[in-house]
Every structure is written in C-alpha cells, then in structure tokens.
C-alpha cells in the first residue's frame, strides 16, 4: 500500500525541481493530477463503453488518454507551459467530440465551465488565463450551436445506455471540479497558515532581541546633567552585536524566503571557496553567541575535503549559519556543538550536532513542512522560517538535508550537497578565460577603478586584466561594507560590482551608491555568473550602466569600459 502510493505521489510530482517556485510546483500537480484521472478514466470508460453501446468510442478515448499522457511527459522535461496547453487543449476538444455525439442530454457543456476555472488556476501570465477561458467559452459555444443546428448526428443510446453515460458524465465532471476546488482550498489555508506562523515567530524572535538591547541600554540611562560621554562594558556591546545580528538574520530570511515563494530568487551564483577559511569564518562567527551560554563550537573538516570548490557561496553559508544558530540555540549551557564536514567524490557533508533536549518524531518529521514553532527554550523559541528557508536553499543546490534527533540526546543535521572540485594550480579548472598573449591597447592609464568581487581568484583575474588595459590605480574590495568604504574615501571612475556579496546583495549596494551624491554620477558595471532576464531587469532598474556576464574575457570587459567611458581605441 505504501509502496503504491509512493508511486502515485511520484507521478503527480513529474517535473518538480528543486528551486522552482511554489505557485509553479502547485500549477505542475494540478495539470498532473487532472491529466491522470482523465487519461485514466479515458483508457478504463472507453473500451466498457465500446463493448455495452457497440459505438466506435474506443479509438477516440484512446488517443484522448495518450494525449493526456504526454503532458506528463512534458512536465517530466520540465515544458511546464505545453504540458498546461496540451492538458487544457485536449480537455476541451474532448468535451465538443464526446459533448456532440453523445447528445443533449449528457451535461458536457459543464465541463467547459471547468475547465475555464482551471485555466485560471493553472496559468500564472494574465494572457494565458484570458486565452483558457475563451477556448473554454469557445467549446461551451460549440456545442450550444450543435444542439441548435445539429450538424454533428449524435450516437442513437437506449434509455439504459443514456443514463449510464449521464451519471459517468456527471461522475467525471464533479470529480474534476472537485479536484481544482480542493488544490485552490488547500492552497490558501497553507498560505494563511504559513503566513500565521510566520508573523508569530519572527515578532517573538525581534522582540526577544530588542528587549535584550533595551536591557543592556537601560544600564546607561542617566539623568545627571553635563554627561555626555560614557563608557559602555564590553559585555553589553557583545549581546547587542548578538541581538542585532539576530534580527538582522530574521529579516534576511524571511526575504529571501519572500523571494522564493514569488519565484524571484533565481540567481545561482558560482563562487570558487577556500573550504576552510570559509568554515572557519562561519564558526568565528557564531563564537560569541556560544560563548554566551558556555558553549564551545568544534570544527572538524577531515584532511579529504578539498582545498577549493566551487558552489554558491551566500546560499551555503546561510544553511550552514541557520543551522549552526539553532545549535546553539537549543543546546544546555555549557556544553558543545560539533560541527563536522567530510567529502566523497564532488560531494561535500555537513554535519552540525547539538546536545539539547532534541525533539520527538512527530516534531522532528514536520521541520521542514511548515513555518514549525515549538516549545519555548530558554534562550529563543521555535526554529522558525530560518529552517524552511534552509531546506528551500538546500534544494535550490540539488543537495539533501536530513535530521536525526531524540528527545534529551540532542540533534543531528546532515546536509549533503554536490560541488565542482577546483585546483587552483590550473588557470582553467575555476572558468577563468587566458589571457591574450597579444598587447592591448592602454585605455585606463590615470584611471581610477574599484572592483568589488568576494571570490579570491575573479578578483585576481579581475585585477590583471584591469592591468593589461593600463589601470595603475585600482582599488578592490571583498564584501560591501569596504566597497563603500573606498569609494567614498577616493572616488572612482568606474566600479565593477559582483551581484553576490557575503554582507549584502550587490543590487541593494548598487541603490545605495545611487542615493549617495558624491557617488551619484560614478558608473557601475555590475557582474554575474547567472545571465537570466529578470536578473539584467534588476540590474538595469537599480542604476547600472551595464551588465557583464562571467566568466568574462579581457576583450569583454575592454568594451564594456570603453563603451561605459567613451574612450576612442
């Protein structure tokens, strides 16, 4: 039994990726669910009906069920909007065949009623809705003006045949209806309940944070005249840095999970990584809240991990972050969270445990489900939004995460996601392109560039081709924050911004460049390894002059500057 309904979840997620947003994965059941029961009812009704009315209804049900079997097949090779077409399209034509030949009184025109509705649903493009429901009206049409005119004989039934058919007909149709009311149903009760703990637990997790902050302030409050200076303990400064941290981390995620969800956050960034100081500056970063509560973080990263790979960088070290957070978040004082990585093969393993009073089955089996809230801890209560975000992103990197946990032993995340093993050595293996061994023109001599770029090696590519065309005076940066700082201290004649920064998205830097006067007129390019449309839209719209796609070549970006500066070559 479990094994069959195994496959039957199986085939209603045909075509589900990892990454695609919700109102995508919700239109891809629907059409696969209606595609099955009505290519399944098509193939079981249409040779019965052959055999008990003796009409040729057997050829025609058939090439109706394979034709809703192929959208299947579409979805499964993720042609989502043909899948929806084929499955509307063939819905329809059989409506106005069967609807004619079988006669007045079969009510098929309710049907096209139907499937007028599931258009609605199914499309997202305004457009392509409008055109569902005309195609609908236009089949309801057909037949209207077939039961007027009959151009199309219909098949002679007895009075026995006719009611068998008439109670099938109305059997399928309200199963169908049915089907599109209860997607719609349970799609706004997820939503409002998501949206319900959503809203409970980010304000529980900010408010813990400002009152920690109010707290530590509260400590200083003076009335005595004259004091305007006063010395604030390093204790005090370290649970606000923490607070705000946390409600910074709230913000992000609920975002970026915003993001997700209205399927805007499509940008898969590849990054070369240096696997330990990467690590290493995620456990650093998370010391002081440890410390708080006596609790040491041990980094193990077995000697078979490798020096580089390549992955996205920001989404790896939110899940990391998230889950490290929440270790020590729900461990007891003073005790230990171990932090593990290994590898095999281009597969990389985190492994995060904690020593707290762990959770129980059912608890542990709707983690990832729901916006899960649970009982209150001592320090914070729920593991909120952070982890279904973790889970959204550990998907997005094709990778899997699985948890293990038993109530007063602790817990266990298990987060295994595939990278491209990179050696450093070969100028090739990170998609950095050669350089020309032909002179180029001098094009930046007493040019002043800025290049922002949190990978190690496209920052040292970035830097030489910069020095090819001539740059002398080039300053660069790792992350937003020092990007800022120089270009505010000597004004650059054109920055290069990578879209993906560890402190801040590129795009948000780049609005805040345009709201400062003194960097107002300075021209950006801004760089990505993703190149879709939505993606150049942004760019655009936030202020840049232009968008450079990585990997890049030098003669790449010697037209981009010369285009950008107006420099005659």
């Not at 993001?259 to 690590?279: M, P, Q, S, V």
């Amino acid at each position: 039994m479990n094994s069959s309904l195994k496959g039957l979840k199986k085939l209603l997620d045909l075509g589900v990726r990892p990454g695609i947003p919700s109102e995508t994965r919700r239109s891809i059941r629907l059409v696969n669910t209606l595609s099955l029961v009505t290519g399944g009812t098509a193939l079981v009704l249409s040779p019965i009906l052959t055999a008990t009315t003796h009409k040729p209804i057997l050829v025609p049900g058939l090439i109706e069920a394979a034709c809703f079997f192929s959208a299947l097949v579409l979805n499964y090779y993720r042609h989502y909007f043909q899948a929806a077409l084929v499955m509307l399209a063939t819905q329809n034509l059989a409506a106005v065949y069967f609807g004619m030949l079988f006669g007045e009184g079969i009510p098929i025109k309710m049907l096209s009623i139907a499937l007028g509705i599931t258009a609605v649903f199914i499309f997202n493009d305004l457009k392509a809705r409008g055109i569902g429901l005309l195609v609908a009206f236009i089949s309801m049409a057909l037949l209207n003006i077939n039961d007027y005119f009959h151009l199309v004989e219909p098949f002679s039934f007895t009075t026995g045949e006719h009611e068998m058919i008439k109670w099938l007909a109305d059997g399928v149709i309200f199963a169908l209806t049915c089907i599109v009311v209860m997607f719609f149903v349970q799609q706004n009760q997820r939503a409002s309940e998501n949206k319900t703990s959503f809203l409970r637990e980010t304000n529980h997790e900010i408010n813990k944070s400002l009152e920690a902050i109010l707290n530590a302030l509260d400590k200083y409050k003076t009335d005595k005249p004259g004091e305007d200076t006063l010395t604030i303990k390093q204790k005090d400064l370290k649970v606000m840095k923490i607070a705000a941290k946390t409600m910074a981390d709230v913000v992000r995620n609920g975002l970026n999970l915003s993001r997700i969800e209205a399927g805007k956050y499509d940008i898969h960034e590849n990054n070369l990584i240096e696997t330990r100081n990467w690590l290493a500056d995620i456990k650093n970063a998370y010391t002081s809240l440890a410390n708080r509560k006596g609790i040491i973080i041990k980094l193990a990263v077995d000697a078979d991990v490798p020096q580089w790979v390549e992955s996205d960088r920001n989404k790896l070290t939110v899940i990391l972050s998230n889950i490290l957070s929440n270790a020590i978040k729900f461990s007891y004082n003073d005790a230990f969270v171990e932090f593990n990585v290994s590898a095999h093969q281009s597969v990389l393993t985190f492994q995060i445990r904690d020593f707290g009073k762990g959770m129980s089955k059912k608890k542990e089996t709707g983690l990832f489900s729901s916006l899960y809230v649970s009982e209150k801890n001592e320090l914070i209560e729920g593991y909120g939004v952070g982890m279904v975000l973790t889970k959204r992103y550990v998907e997005f990197l094709y990778g899997e995460i699985m948890v293990n946990s038993a109530e007063g032993q602790g817990t266990t995340f298990t987060v295994e996601v595939p990278v491209k093993v990179r050696d450093i050595s070969n100028p090739q293996s990170h998609n950095l392109l050669p350089f020309p061994s032909a002179s180029l023109p001098i094009i930046l001599a007493g040019r002043n560039i800025l290049l922002i770029e949190d990978d190690t090696m496209t920052r040292e590519y970035g830097i030489k081709c910069l020095q090819q065309l001539g740059c002398t005076r080039i300053d660069a940066a790792a992350d937003a924050a020092n990007g800022m700082q120089k270009a505010i201290n000597n004004i650059p004649d054109l920055i290069i911004l990578d879209v993906q920064l560890p402190d801040k998205s590129g795009l948000d830097f780049l609005r805040e460049l345009k709201h400062d006067p003194r960097l107002l007129d300075v021209p950006v390019i801004m760089a990505s390894s993703e190149n879709s449309d939505l993606l150049r839209y942004e760019v655009s719209k936030a202020g840049a002059a232009l968008f450079l796609r990585k990997p890049y070549t030098i003669h790449e970006l010697q037209k981009s500057i010369t285009e950008i500066l107006n420099i005659r070559v």
